[in-house]
C-alpha cells in the first residue's frame, strides 16, 4: 500500500504538524467538504440542458461532495499560529488520499450511512 493512501482517522484532540512544519492544529473531527450549488454564477453550464440553465431551474441537491476533495480526507482544525489566536476552519489533507474502506464510509451515499452507529469505518480483512 502507498504510504500517502490513509485508513485511520486522526485521533479527535490530537495535535498535527503542517506539512512545512508552519503551524500546528487541533483535529477537532472528520467532515465532509461539501459545494453549494447555490453559489455558481448565474447562469450555470449542465449537461443534460447542453445549454445555460437558469438558477432557479437548477435540478439536484443544493449541497454535494466537493470533487476536488473527495479522495482526500478533510477536517474541522483549530490552527495554531505563532504570535496569534486560533483559527476555527476546515482543512483537507490533499497529499493524503483514501484507501477503497475510507473513501466509502467518508463520502457514502448508503443510508446505512447515516445510522447512528456508524461512527467510523468498517476494518477491512
Not at 61 to 70: C, G, L, Q, T, Y
Amino acid at each position: 500500500m502507498d504510504e500517502n493512501n490513509i485508513n485511520v482517522l486522526l485521533e479527535h484532540g490530537s495535535i498535527q504538524t503542517s506539512m512545512g512544519g508552519q503551524y500546528s492544529f487541533r483535529v477537532v473531527g472528520p467532515c465532509c467538504r461539501l459545494f453549494d450549488r447555490d453559489e455558481l454564477p448565474w447562469p450555470c453550464c449542465r449537461l443534460s440542458w447542453k445549454t445555460k440553465e437558469p438558477s432557479w431551474r437548477r435540478i439536484g441537491s443544493r449541497f454535494v461532495p466537493d470533487i476536488a476533495a473527495r479522495r482526500c480526507p478533510s477536517y474541522s482544525v483549530e490552527i495554531f499560529q505563532p504570535g496569534s489566536r486560533p483559527i476555527e476552519t476546515v482543512m483537507t489533507l490533499f497529499p493524503n488520499k483514501f484507501d477503497s474502506v475510507m473513501q466509502e464510509w467518508w463520502y457514502s451515499k448508503h443510508p446505512r450511512s447515516r445510522e447512528a452507529s456508524n461512527l467510523y469505518p468498517c476494518k477491512s480483512a
